[in-house]
């Protein structure tokens, strides 16, 4: 398996999947982003976007990620995936592209956002809980 950037041509050849494929991302981000708000950030620079990719570069899925700098470092933080099969069967071939990727991009780790749930798929493939992100809307309620 590979992961290929994402370029421009990409978007306009082949945006009915990407397009797809970001909706599915964009539905599990608890209301963090809309499709239309991850593509604007692919544009503007902010993210980036990779097919992961069959060795013979037939595209399986799209990942979104950014580069976070912490006191420790950078970190590369995988934002989301959706792909037309079972993305978590990719898991560890994807672990092992993202440790390359995370390299390249000199960056001392690497972290997925997502729900609980996601370590009992992890877990086995040496991953580890980090930390748990709690979060509140600012217009919802009294303070």
């Not at 580069?67 to 071939?93: F, I, K, P, R, Y």
């Not at 690497?110 to 086995?124: A, D, L, N, T």
Request: some cysteine.
């Amino acid at each position: 398996m590979i992961l290929r950037q994402l370029g421009i041509i990409d978007f306009v050849r082949d945006s009915e999947r990407v397009v797809r494929w970001t909706d599915r991302i964009a539905r599990s981000s608890s209301g963090q982003f809309d499709t239309d708000v991850l593509l604007d950030a692919v544009s503007s620079g902010g993210h980036s976007a990779f097919y992961y990719c069959t060795d013979d570069d037939n595209p399986k899925g799209i990942i979104y990620s950014t580069v976070v700098n912490h006191l420790s470092g950078n970190t590369l933080t995988v934002v989301g995936a959706a792909g037309d099969g079972a993305v978590e069967d990719d898991w560890a071939d994807l672990t092992t592209l993202f440790n390359d990727l995370a390299k390249s991009l000199d960056c001392v780790d690497f972290e997925i956002r997502g729900r609980r749930g996601f370590m009992r798929v992890f877990k086995p493939l040496g991953w580890e809980e980090k930390y748990t992100v709690i979060g509140r809307n600012c217009y919802d309620g009294e303070l």
